[in-house]
């Protein structure tokens, strides 16, 4: 009992050192080949979010001066742009997804250009992975060979941009990036299901088997806390059916996704930090569908990368989200062409 006790106060303690920026990740794994990510987007003020698709065969750059990396685009993408400066999420024509969380405790391996070390802006670095990448693997044989720094510009009124990335390839398997006192820690496997925002995944790991060793039919923690959101959608997603067909696969995630959002207009007198989920987004891995929901319209809206040009030559395509309550089913219509974003350098 004294044990239990103890393991109980510990997980206690550790949860209330958390911070709760909301944002929510998950992802489903059907036996027969479907694969999804979805994830939820949630923050204290409106973060405009339009969607940018860019063809392959473009020359970009991770910052407008010093050292840097320079690259030209293998592979067309779908992005979520956030401001119109920065890439929250996106997906790439090979089923390559890349998203950012926040994460507090982040520390980055920081560079200023005083030496050769390749610097790379926050703005663009989910963007270069789609853009060089097709699979999990690539992105971790390139992570553990290379060196770079990282540099972000704040937002909301002076919030630091830190954050931790969750790559999932066509196979299921993802691949965790965090940095803790600058040193770069890397979780790769199929089992990587969940990702939500502080603590760092091995401390959530530790807070989530106290959940497990409870039972989730027996109760699960109902806060919007980041540990909370962790344990009840490392549950429900474990415990769904993966035999679905697709639409079925579909509307399993998207209800999960719904159990980790935080209600519209919600907030805590104090905590503005703890906030309305702003919009949702699924990462269709396995059919290349790129799927947007905001909190504030009935229906879904979706760019499917199958029947766009996305080789050399085709235009940049931007989806103006400003009026997405008349946005429904596939909008690939509804792109227009578009110079690209201007990075937040």
Not at 30 to 38: P, S, T
Not at 272 to 290: E, L, V
Not at 322 to 342: E, I, R
Request: charged content about 20%; aromatic content about 12%.
């Amino acid at each position: 009992m004294k044990h239990l006790k103890f393991i109980i106060a510990s997980v206690m303690l550790l949860a209330a050192g958390v911070a709760a920026f909301a944002c929510s990740r998950v992802v489903y794994l059907g036996d027969n080949g479907i694969v999804l990510a979805g994830r939820t987007l949630d923050w204290r003020t409106p973060i405009p979010t339009n969607v940018y698709v860019y063809p392959k065969g473009i020359a970009k750059e991770s910052m407008p001066s010093g050292p840097r990396l320079e690259w030209v685009s293998k592979y067309g993408s779908v992005l979520a742009v956030g401001y119109d400066g920065g890439v929250t999420e996106g997906m790439n024509e090979k089923g390559l997804a890349m998203g950012g969380l926040f994460c507090k405790t982040s520390s980055y391996k920081t560079a200023d250009g005083s030496d050769s070390t390749p610097v790379v802006s926050l703005a663009v670095l989910v963007s270069y992975f789609l853009d060089n990448f097709a699979t999990v693997d690539e992105v971790e044989n390139w992570l553990r060979n290379n060196e770079f720094g990282i540099s972000g510009k704040t937002f909301d009124g002076g919030t630091v941009s830190l954050l931790h990335w969750a790559v999932t390839d066509k196979s299921g398997t993802t691949l965790l990036m965090e940095y803790v006192d600058g040193k770069l820690n890397l979780y790769k496997g199929r089992e990587l299901q969940v990702l939500t925002n502080d603590p760092p995944y091995p401390q959530m790991e530790t807070i989530n088997k106290y959940w497990q060793a409870v039972g989730g039919a027996n109760m699960l923690p109902g806060t919007v806390r980041s540990s909370d959101r962790f344990a009840r959608a490392d549950f429900f997603i474990k415990h769904v059916p993966t035999n679905f067909e697709y639409a079925e696969a579909l509307g399993c995630l998207s209800s999960i996704m719904g159990t980790v959002s935080v209600p519209y207009g919600y907030e805590i007198v104090g905590e503005p930090n703890i906030s309305s989920t702003q919009w949702r987004s699924i990462c269709d891995i396995s059919g290349g569908k790129y799927y947007l929901k905001f909190a504030d319209s009935t229906g879904d809206f979706w760019i499917d990368l199958a029947r766009l040009r996305l080789g050399k030559g085709a235009p940049i395509l931007k989806l103006d989200t400003s009026n997405h309550v008349d946005l429904m089913g596939c909008a690939n219509d509804k792109l227009k062409k578009s110079p690209g974003f201007t990075p937040m350098w």
